[in-house]
């Protein structure tokens, strides 16, 4: 299942239609949705680097952690620095987002001449437009051949929608999957930080979302060693719950299970793991289509012709007064399997 999300990110998508879209979910029960994020990332951009992938960049949105700790990630999982470097950017929303920095007197740092250039610092994040032309601005450095596509991935939408509405946050989301240019886009939101028609919203402009629950529930009083074991297990394991929506329309919902080793995620199928038909996103009608007792006895009492009540006596009777007038040509009993003299 995380094996499907990799490789639809990495296909991109067809002519004329707008690029794949994944949403990450987790919350405070359910911690993990950072390191599913950064294998994502981590997975695409090895592909980007190795030509396999039909984006030929990658532009990360980083508004949770610095561009240092990316640049970091991508050591520990043995990516080549050269070619990472020709086919990632990072439009750093973290470091200064309000841009506030710019009124302190010692405000430059050692970091910014070692990231220059794969970072650029955005220090205005309640500016949407802005925010959208300097992503797109930075997908147009990545060279390839023929038209050149690149992806997208915002590592936290759950702080930009601390500075920015809802309905501008689903729209700059909305536009650049809508954009010609954008291979994929995907993101990471903090669920129980925000209304439920926050992740509605996301979810509804998504392809595929993918859900991080606990693996244990807790109850109310439980004691405190029981709130440590399940902090434990839920630090260390999680319900990955995928949704798929096809180009049909159809919806697929599958489940794995997710294990940290060491700061590494793996992915294990689940012994229940199965295709399932939500109810929920059946379509709802106005009507009701089951029979009511009095449509029952209504339709019990309805006397078909002779030619669907099948062979009873009384219809023997008839077939045999036909065939003695010479009218069995005529006869509506004619096609029943009738043996008789």
Request: net charge positive.
């Amino acid at each position: 299942m995380a094996e499907t999300i990799c490789r639809s990110l990495r296909d991109g998508s067809l002519e004329g239609e707008q690029a794949p879209a994944l949403t990450i979910k987790d919350s405070l029960q359910s911690p993990l949705g950072s390191h599913v994020f950064d294998h994502f990332l981590s997975t695409l951009v090895s592909h980007i680097s190795a030509g396999r992938s039909q984006a030929s960049g990658l532009v990360l949105v980083a508004f949770n952690r610095s561009p240092s700790f990316y640049l970091d990630l991508f050591k520990r999982k043995g990516l080549d620095a050269s070619p990472v470097d020709k086919s990632f950017r990072i439009l750093d929303c973290f470091s200064d987002p309000l841009g506030w920095k710019d009124r302190l007197v010692d405000s430059a740092s050692a970091e910014k001449s070692i990231l220059k250039d794969s970072a650029t610092v955005f220090k205005n994040v309640r500016d949407v437009n802005k925010l959208s032309s300097s992503i797109l601005d930075l997908g147009n450095g990545f060279i390839g051949e023929g038209k050149v596509r690149f992806a997208v991935a915002i590592d936290l939408v759950s702080n930009m929608l601390r500075h920015v509405s809802l309905p501008s946050v689903a729209g700059l989301l909305n536009n650049l999957r809508s954009n010609d240019r954008i291979s994929c886009i995907f993101w990471l939101i903090h669920s129980d930080l925000h209304e439920p028609r926050a992740s509605a919203a996301l979810e509804y402009i998504s392809t595929m979302v993918a859900s991080l629950e606990p693996m244990m529930q807790s109850s109310d009083g439980q004691k405190t060693s029981g709130s440590l074991l399940w902090l434990e297990e839920n630090s260390r394991k999680a319900k990955f719950h995928v949704r798929l929506k096809r180009r049909n329309g159809r919806v697929k919902l599958l489940y794995e299970e997710l294990h940290m080793e060491q700061a590494e995620i793996r992915f294990e199928a689940a012994s229940s793991v199965k295709t399932i038909v939500d109810q929920n996103l059946l379509p709802r009608v106005q009507f009701n289509l089951q029979l009511s007792d009095k449509e029952r006895a209504d339709r019990s009492n309805v006397v078909l012709p002779f030619e669907h009540q099948g062979f009873s006596p009384r219809a023997a009777i008839l077939l045999k007064i036909c065939q003695r007038l010479d009218l069995f040509a005529f006869c509506p009993l004619r096609t029943l399997d009738y043996c008789g003299p």
